[in-house]
């Protein structure tokens, strides 16, 4: 019997040994996350949930880059809900200047980038300056394809020319993107979330959903990726309203609210789909304002950290010897509380 | 047959299955009483006034002129416009760049002895330049930027600024950049010290426009008042309502025609007037054709025009008062011996009595407008409304007949002179249909469609009415012949791409591979459709014979294809279900005609009108003259049904016939139409093989009625069984083939076939 236990200790001591030696304790790394709405202004909780996870960089979006129809003062592709700040960023923290350019404004842009990429940067500069931002890091966002791949390619090598050598330019990564040759940039974010197709009603979760994620994750095209990655992760959620058609269902709207549960009047039709079996009003005064009619069906959407945490060990395995940063998407109070420190933390983690 | 307007795309589901139409369009001609004709300004005048409550002509011109004063006579304007207006900065800085290279006033601004003109140029171009970038949607401000730190610099030069020859216009830009911060004393300042001696001129007065913005902005409401009234900045002046409290005396209670009084009061001949005049007689007769509108729907859905509830009553708000009043100031206006603009006030007068349907009255004051002073603009639109008053009031006299061919004359000069006009203006190339671009087509298509055609029909001369219709409809596209297409990348199996190409408008009917939005959708088509098909033809055959110089004018100028016109005289005759006279026109259509039209496009051609159900088995192979050969089989069997003397033939020949009638007004619609209105009807979803679809087409119900009688006739009429039974078949009355006939070969053929048919067997067997 003693043998036994002999084993069993040393079993334990294994794999206690394993674990520290290859997890960084949560605490003591800096740790990101994004920062996405137009308005900087940070609540209490948020600033005790930015020194309690230690993060130390908030990838902040500034501005959208749209097309502009019609054209304002001559421009055709401009900025669009440029962040407004109403708050300091905290001592100690960085902010990454991240701008979103949508793809029919990547496609207005071709064979002027150059031009573009000097707007962009002076721009950010600008929105700096005034705010008394250091810009170390510029992240471009964009959900380029095949067609809109070598402007954007080429805007981020114009975006290098203004930055000096001590400044990084990074960009996001969508899982469709790992197919492609990397963009002309630094590093990476691989981006988790927004996976699947929210105007689709047969989608089971547009924002994280293991059957559209692990495809990408089956062969070793993440493992041999070669640009440097880090890793977005999906920390919020939100109901798709669909309206019943003919032959389908069809998008109605997202809605904010994803707690469906003191309402009879939604019937649960399948683990996260529910259907009304007569008209719904949530809006608070009654008006009507927010209602869902008989038939409407709501798909709700957040990401457990359960499923959050099976996709990452994927992807930890993939880049396993490489090192990386986890980054939440993104910083909102609301969204947060529904995810415990701890489930946060494992989140953060890196192994 | 307004139906008529709604037909192609919409009939394309039909046969496709549905679910495919065009993102836009396609787009249907206004009703040509919906155009508004009264004009007192240009669509320039209008945009300048619009764009900044000012008319910048004006004060270009002027500013021109003081350049030229201070520099030399033999510069032209037009050169001092270039360099002041146009050029940037860059090429002020390269005055011999290509732009300039052959401009006086560049050459004179070259020469050292003119530094100090060109330094000042420079300067202002800075400063423009500088806010046009800080406008621009990129600028993002901050303390101390590049732009901010610049602009202080200039404003530090334009400060120390210490001579006389640009003294003036240095304090425009100061009070410029003053004004743009908000910094107003300093505006107030600078007038009160220094501008306010130096003499008036037009940069004096735009100074004193941003100094009376100043003062408004302080609350000093009477000094604003004065230095916009001396800077006759009545943008701004409207702004601030200075008509309150000043006219007390006036006679008016609408505060627009108080505005109007002040206006003309201090400046009898602005501009301005006759952009407001436009404004209100235009709303006016906007309502007339809305009220009309809405009177012939029964008083539904009143959302073009205003009302409000009086009692239980839905009343149209047609602001009878105002417009009393504006006639009472239009009349003082027009008696005035300040006012060089008379013929304008009358014009206003004679319209609104127009539009009050008070024709004499109309007329009368047309008469006034016509001799009284007006500039040439304002004398073209009289012109217009008398075109239009004679029109109302004509009868079908040759007196008119040879008035309307003069009056014709000068219209197509003046709709070939606004084309000489612009001939870069996007409106070439564009939708002419239904974009109100061109003034004098504008006036044609409201005259000739909305009152000449209508009354000439109601005479009982269709030809005419036909032709000039045709004219109204179709001489804009010989003017401006290039229309801008757009090629719908999954209509073309051969050419996957979308894209705009501009093509000449012949090309575009002839060989664009997309539909042809335009022949079947205007109204000249709209009227030969609802002609009936001798009158149609008739007019066919005054195109080849012309009989007068007007026909001659008129087929000149429009669109007279002979396989377009053809065609539609041929459907009208089938519609009538003359196959012998239809055989005659289709027989001169091109085969190839009826390849480029949008049912041929659509596949349509395709069914074979002689089956009394359709499905993909039996599509037909050669559609080449598919509408001919339906006419001349439709003939065939009519001969055999009225000479053969063989029973069961003749039975046979009628069922073909009747199914044949049918599908013409039924799926196969478009050998006696073109279009067809699919739709929901009293709650039901109508196809084309829904009789009840056809309800309200009298040429339908007719055919119907003579479809059933044939049935009928056929049935009783056959003496072979077997060939009674293979009719019932076809037709697939299978419980009657059963039932009457079980011991034919047909309805063995049943007993072998599917589970359905095979019940009918069991039943009858």
């Not at chain 2, 109302?392 to 014709?408: E, F, H, M, P, T």
Request: aromatic share 14%; charged share 30%; glycine share 4%.
């Amino acid at each position: 019997m003693k043998k036994y236990y002999l084993i069993i200790c040393l079993l334990i001591s294994i794999a206690l040994l394993s674990c520290t030696a290859s997890t960084t304790l949560e605490s003591d790394k800096e740790n990101s996350i994004y920062y996405w709405r137009t308005t900087f202004s940070l609540s209490d909780k948020e600033k005790e949930f930015l020194k309690d996870h230690n993060v130390k960089t908030i990838y902040m979006r500034f501005f959208d880059v749209d097309w502009a129809y019609p054209a304002k003062n001559g421009e055709d592709v401009t900025p669009e809900a440029t962040i407004r700040f109403n708050d300091t960023v905290p001592d100690g923290i960085d902010v990454v200047p991240t701008v979103y350019i949508t793809t029919s404004a990547m496609e207005k842009m071709q064979t002027k980038e150059a031009e573009y990429a000097e707007k962009i940067y002076k721009r950010v500069s600008a929105i700096c300056k005034k705010n008394n931002i250091n810009i170390k890091e510029i992240q471009l966002d964009c959900d380029w394809t095949k067609g809109t791949r070598q402007p954007f390619f080429r805007l981020c090598e114009a975006m290098k020319e203004y930055m000096d050598s001590t400044q990084t330019l990074s960009s996001t990564i969508r899982l469709h993107q790992l197919t492609q040759t990397p963009p002309p940039v630094d590093k990476g974010v691989l981006m988790v979330y927004n996976t699947g197709n929210l105007m689709e009603m047969t989608s089971d979760n547009s924002i994280f959903s293991r059957k559209d994620i692990e495809p990408y994750l089956r062969d070793t095209r993440l493992a041999n990726y070669p640009l440097a990655l880090d890793v977005a992760y999906p920390t919020y959620g939100w109901s798709v309203v669909f309206h019943p058609g003919e032959e389908k269902y069809y998008f109605y709207k997202i809605s904010r609210r994803t707690d469906f549960s003191n309402y009879p009047n939604l019937t649960k039709i399948a683990s996260n789909l529910y259907e009304a079996t007569s008209d719904v009003d949530f809006s608070e005064d009654g008006t009507g304002s927010d209602k869902v009619y008989k038939n409407y069906r709501i798909r709700v959407e957040r990401p457990s950290s359960k499923e959050i945490l099976e996709i990452k060990k994927l992807i930890d395995g993939q880049l396993k010897g490489k090192q990386h940063n986890n980054i939440l998407y993104h910083l909102d109070e609301s969204q947060l509380s529904h995810y415990s420190d701890n489930e946060i933390s494992k989140i953060y983690s890196r192994n | 047959m307004k139906f008529l307007k709604y037909i192609l795309v919409i009939s394309v589901l039909i046969l496709m299955g549905g679910g495919r139409t065009d993102a836009c369009g396609p787009y249907y001609p206004d009703d040509p009483n919906y155009i508004l004709m009264f004009r007192s300004c240009s669509p320039e005048l209008e945009r300048q006034w619009q764009d900044g409550c000012r008319f910048q002509d004006y004060e270009k011109e002027q500013n021109c002129i003081l350049w030229q004063n201070i520099t030399s006579p033999s510069i032209p304007i037009s050169d001092i416009e270039k360099v002041i207006y146009d050029a940037r900065l860059s090429d002020i800085n390269d005055l011999s760049s290509s732009s300039l290279s052959n401009n006086k006033f560049a050459k004179w601004l070259s020469n050292p002895n003119h530094r100090e003109d060109l330094e000042y140029i420079r300067i202002a171009k800075e400063i423009e330049e500088i806010r046009e970038y800080m406008n621009n949607p990129w600028y993002y401000a901050y303390e101390g930027d590049d732009e901010h730190s610049r602009l202080t610099e200039l404003k530090e030069i334009c400060q120390d600024y210490k001579g006389s020859r640009h003294a003036s216009r240095y304090s425009l830009q100061l009070i410029r950049l003053h004004f743009a911060v908000s910094d107003y004393k300093s505006c107030i300042d600078l007038w009160e010290n220094r501008v306010s001696k130096f003499p008036q001129n037009i940069v004096t007065d735009m100074i004193a426009s941003y100094v009376g913005g100043a003062y408004s902005r302080l609350g000093n409401r009477d000094k604003a008042i004065e230095l916009f009234t001396q800077s006759q900045d009545i943008g701004s002046l409207i702004s601030l309502k200075v008509w309150n409290g000043v006219e007390s005396s006036s006679n008016y209670t609408d505060e627009r025609v108080k505005e109007l009084e002040y206006i003309y009061n201090r400046f009898p001949n602005s501009p301005l007037l006759s952009i407001k005049l436009q404004e209100y007689v235009r709303n006016r007769e906007s309502f007339v054709y809305n009220y009309e509108d809405w009177k012939d729907r029964g008083f539904h859905d009143p959302v073009l025009v205003k009302t409000y509830w009086k009692g239980d009553s839905l009343i149209a708000d047609a602001e009878q008062a105002f417009y009393d009043e504006l006639k009472r100031f239009a009349q003082k206006a027009s008696r005035s011996n300040n006012c060089h603009q008379k013929g304008m006030w009358n014009y206003a007068l004679s319209y609104l009595y127009f539009l009050d349907g008070d024709l004499n009255k109309g007329l009368s004051y047309l008469n006034r407008a016509e001799h009284s002073e007006a500039t040439p603009f304002i004398k073209e639109s009289i012109k217009a409304l008398r075109f239009l008053l004679d029109a109302q009031k004509a009868s079908n006299s040759g007196v008119y007949l040879s008035k309307l061919q003069r009056d014709l004359r000068w219209l197509d000069e003046q709709m070939e002179n606004d084309v000489k006009l612009n001939p870069e203006n996007d409106w070439q190339y564009n939708n002419k249909l239904n974009w109100r671009v061109c003034y004098w087509q504008d006036v044609a298509r409201k005259v000739l469609l909305g009152v000449v055609c209508p009354k000439m029909k109601q005479d009982g001369n269709h030809t005419l009415a036909i032709q000039v219709a045709n004219y109204a409809s179709n001489r804009i596209y010989q003017l401006a012949p290039l229309f801008k297409a757009y090629h719908y990348g999954y209509d073309d199996p051969d050419d996957k791409d979308s894209y705009d190409v501009i093509l000449p408008f012949d090309e575009y009917r002839k060989s664009w591979s997309g539909r042809n939005y335009f022949d079947y959708q205007n109204q000249f088509f709209e009227f030969v459709y609802n002609s009936n098909a001798d009158e149609a033809a008739k007019y066919a055959q005054r195109i080849k014979n012309p009989v007068s110089e007007l026909d001659k004018f008129l087929n000149e100028r429009s669109y007279v294809d002979t396989d377009y016109i053809y065609d539609i005289v041929g459907t009208l005759y089938m519609r009538e279900m003359n196959y012998e006279k239809a055989t005659d026109w289709l027989s001169k259509v091109s085969s190839d005609y009826q390849q480029r039209m949008n049912i041929a496009k659509e596949g349509y051609f395709k069914l074979d009108p002689f089956r009394y159900q359709f499905d993909k088995k039996h599509f037909i192979s050669d559609s080449n003259d598919y509408k001919l050969r339906f006419a001349q089989e439709m003939a065939r069997l009519d001969k055999m049904i009225n000479s053969d003397a063989e029973l069961n033939r003749k039975a046979e020949s009628k069922i073909r016939y009747a199914i044949g009638l049918r599908n013409s007004f039924g799926k196969c619609w478009y050998l006696t139409a073109y279009g067809y209105n699919m739709g929901w009807r009293c709650g039901k979803w109508h196809t084309s093989s829904d009789r009840e679809g056809f309800k309200d087409n009298s040429y339908a119900q007719r055919a119907f009625k003579k479809v059933d009688a044939l049935m009928e006739e056929a049935i009783s009429e056959f003496t072979d069984s077997e060939k009674a039974a293979q009719a019932q078949l076809e037709m697939l009355n299978y419980a009657t083939l059963m039932k009457q006939y079980p011991n034919t070969k047909a309805a063995a053929h049943i007993r072998t076939r599917c589970d359905n048919l095979y019940d009918y067997s069991l039943q009858y067997r």
